[in-house]
């Protein structure tokens, strides 16, 4: 957990620069600022976390079902920049000879995006305007 953070702060490093005094001493009073490539890193636990962290399971088809259409869409991208985070981790610490820690959360993520996937297709066959259905179809490809 404490190589996470390490690794996370040395790439992070890179990216932001303070060029004059001003902005440190912003950066310094206020929380934390803000990197989109932090998105990409679970930088909120703790080395001294002893406790094993317990991840949630995938979600089921029949769950699914029960959301709505915009609903299965935000779901779709939050699946995916879960899944974006996870495969940078991986691919962070394969190149350092490092264990991703958690290897099942990435097979949880692409069943849970296979069954959104799914369902999406399934409202998007029951519908009986062809044109929208065509139209949902179309949608559901792109993502």
Sequence with gaps: MFLRRAIGRTLFAATTSHSSAAPAAAS?????????LEQFFEMDRNAEDDKPVVYGRSWK???????SWDDLQKLWYVLLKEKNMLTTQRQMLNAQNLRFPDPE???????????????????AI???DVRRSAEMKRMINAL
């Design 28 to 36: 310094s009073t206020s929380s934390a600022t803000y990197n989109p």
């Design 61 to 67: 088809a029949c769950e699914l079902r029960l959301k």
């Design 105 to 123: 959360r990435i097979s949880k993520v692409r069943k849970s995006m296979c069954r959104t996937k799914h369902v999406l297709t399934e409202r």
């Design 126 to 128: 029951e519908e009986p």
